[in-house]
């Protein structure tokens, strides 16, 4: 059975059409949720997709974590379901509590936009995957970025094409390389590049193909558990 | 009552401050040479219906701290609460 997979539309998400797709071409049953509903239409998994969900006022993310649908996204989390923050999505769980830190300015002011490389920190592979964001610099106080990296919490660190950690591949100045991180308990994954970008072989590199691999598969056994 | 309130928002000491960095730079071109230090935050004004203004000093706090402000990365000072005139008819405005 194809995993079922809610995408939320905040007002200002831009990227939910191509999450929707990608979920599609990757196997599973892509469902589209607005943000004022109160479920996840039966999903066995969320994403939370890109864009500037309302226009990015007071701070990133900061408004849309009150959506209604929202308490449904920390109802799938507490029960250990797959829930995938994209760029804003990111941003969003952050402000909700849900992942830790949070995201500020881009070191060098700019907004950046092209194609960079982040190494999985658990795997070591190397994934091909673009950026497009004017806050994308992951910060947290030294005590919880001690946390996150003690806990294995950083999924993702910008790297080099070969997989190197260096500063010169760091495109934000996110602290420690930080370019997407997880739950203690693994279920919920945030990450400022696109996946979403990254799974169609006509249209590019496939580096994001592996965080749809992921979230599918988690879906299928939070499914069959 | 009403209580009219300011509340500004800084970034944390010790983050990266993009924006004040990019206003410091910009100055020596218009021969503020002698400028360093500069930091970007923001204002927020709003007012309030309370019993008093220790209440209302109460809930711009609790404000403050669920949601118009991130405390991961911004510090936050209440400037001001102040007994308000009805909204909408003071000759001030929406100042």
């Known amino acids: 059975m194809k995993p079922r997979v809610a995408v939320v539309t905040f007002p200002g998400s831009n990227d939910d059409r191509d999450a929707l797709r990608a979920v599609r071409l990757m196997g599973g049953e892509p469902v589209s949720v607005w943000h004022a509903d109160q479920g996840l239409a039966g999903a066995d998994a969320v994403i939370l997709p890109g864009g500037f969900s309302y226009g990015d006022y007071l701070r990133t993310g900061a408004i849309a974590r009150f959506a209604p649908v929202m308490d449904a996204v920390r109802e799938l989390a507490a029960a250990g379901g797959p829930v995938l923050g994209i760029c804003n999505g990111f941003q969003i769980l952050c402000e909700a509590g849900l992942l830790p830190g949070a995201l500020i300015r881009n070191r060098g002011v700019a907004f950046v936009c092209r194609w960079i490389n982040v190494r999985d920190e658990r795997s070591g592979d190397v994934l091909p995957v673009p950026i497009k964001h004017g806050e994308g610099q992951f910060v947290g106080s030294p005590d919880e970025l001690e946390r996150i990296e003690g806990d294995r919490m950083v999924a993702f660190r910008y790297c080099s094409p070969d997989g190197a950690l260096d500063d010169a591949f760091n495109p934000n100045g996110s602290a420690r390389g930080i370019a997407g991180v997880r739950n203690r308990r693994g279920n919920v994954l945030g990450m400022m590049p696109h996946p979403e970008h990254a799974v169609d072989p006509d249209l590019g590199p496939t580096g994001g193909q592996h965080v749809f691999e992921w979230l599918l598969s988690s879906a299928r056994a939070a499914v069959s558990a | ?95």
């Open chain 2, 1 to 95: 009552m009403r209580f009219r309130v300011r509340l500004l928002v800084s970034l944390k000491e010790g983050l990266l401050d993009p924006q004040g960095k990019a206003v410091e730079s910009a100055l020596p071109a218009l021969g503020w040479d002698n400028v360093s230090d500069v930091g970007v935050g923001k204002y927020l004004r709003f007012e309030v219906e309370a019993e008093g203004e220790e209440a209302a000093r109460k809930q711009a706090e609790q404000m403050a701290n669920r949601f118009l402000t991130n405390p991961v990365i911004e510090d936050h000072a209440i400037l001001e609460v102040e007994r308000a005139e009805p909204a909408t008819t003071g000759p001030e405005g929406g100042r």
